[in-house]
């Protein structure tokens, strides 16, 4: 087993195509079709399911794919750890949709800068999502939200996954957003609205509101029907036609025009922390941590 048919192999399994993955990896399609029959033929086993339209993975090739993608991180992490006090290679990057847009732009901007020769791969999700993410090696470090309440030194990393080593970065001001023209709130019991939209669940916002709203004396929670949405656009959206209250960090607010005119109520703060697995370490990543501490 060769470490380009495990890129093969994963470039088909991420594009479900073997025209789509030659076109990714810039490798003839003849050539992804024989490299795929002969690790098939190596392993004893069909790793996908054929028809005319797309290829799906078989039991066995899903058992694969994760041997496939830490043996793949793991070179990676190897080549790099050669090529002396440099960072270059393949720095892959996981954060939630409001850190992305509120917190990478300018730290990334000044890590381009100062290593070019890094490849960055950027992925958005849930926490939970992500955490899974960098447990699985499918990316190498992330930007998540900590549940607890704990001091930001004090957190457990155990609460988000085990064998997670993290680096508490800044905290997050969460608030309530309501239509502009909603009556004053104090309490979860004030709200007159019937939606909450959040993200899917494991997202850590979401389970902060609905910790907010289960103080209420009637558990406002019970009361709400949670409208799952994309993005934080759709979200601020949903608020402004008054028809959901969302919950979102206030440093994103800042940015979104659209959010200028609803109403806000403070939550709580939550903690943002650099996941890695336990003993992971690269100058690509060491030189990322450095620029998200600046900033």
């Known amino acids: 087993m060769e470490l380009a048919e495990l890129e093969i192999f994963r470039a088909v399994a991420a594009e479900q195509s073997v025209t789509r993955a030659a076109r990714t990896l810039e490798r003839a399609q003849s050539n992804v079709t024989t490299r795929i029959k002969q ?5 004893g086993v069909e790793l996908f399911h054929r028809d005319s339209k797309r290829m799906t993975l078989t039991p066995e090739g899903q058992r694969l794919l994760g041997y496939a993608d830490r043996l793949l991180a793991l070179a990676e992490e190897a080549r790099q750890s050669m090529r002396g006090d440099t960072p270059s290679g393949k720095l892959r990057i996981g954060a939630m949709e409001s850190t992305a847009a509120a917190r990478l732009p300018k730290p990334l901007a000044r890590y381009h800068a100062a290593w070019p020769e890094v490849e960055v791969e950027i992925q958005t999700g849930t926490t939970a999502a992500l955490v899974d993410a960098v447990l699985n090696h499918r990316i190498d470090c992330a930007l998540v939200a900590h549940p607890g309440t704990a001091p930001a030194r004090e957190a ?10 993290g680096t508490w970065l800044f905290s997050e001001a969460l608030v309530l957003v309501l239509p502009a023209n909603h009556p004053k709130v104090r309490s979860p019991d004030d709200l007159r609205v019937r939606q909450l939209a959040v993200f899917a669940r494991g997202c850590t916002y979401r389970g902060v509101a609905e910790q907010w709203l289960a103080q209420g004396a009637a558990d406002a929670r019970r009361h709400l029907a949670v409208q799952e949405m994309p993005s934080y656009h759709a979200i601020l959206a949903s608020v402004s036609a008054g028809t959901a209250v969302g919950i979102v960090p206030r440093s994103l607010l800042a940015l979104q025009r659209e959010g200028s005119d609803l109403q806000t109520v403070p939550v709580r703060s939550v903690h943002t922390y650099l996941i890695r697995r336990a003993g992971f370490s690269t100058l690509a990543f060491d030189a990322f941590l450095k620029e998200m501490r600046r900033g």
Do not use: T, V, W
């Open 39 to 43: 690790l098939e033929s190596d392993l």
């Open 156 to 165: 457990d990393m155990a609460d988000l996954g085990p064998g997670l080593e």
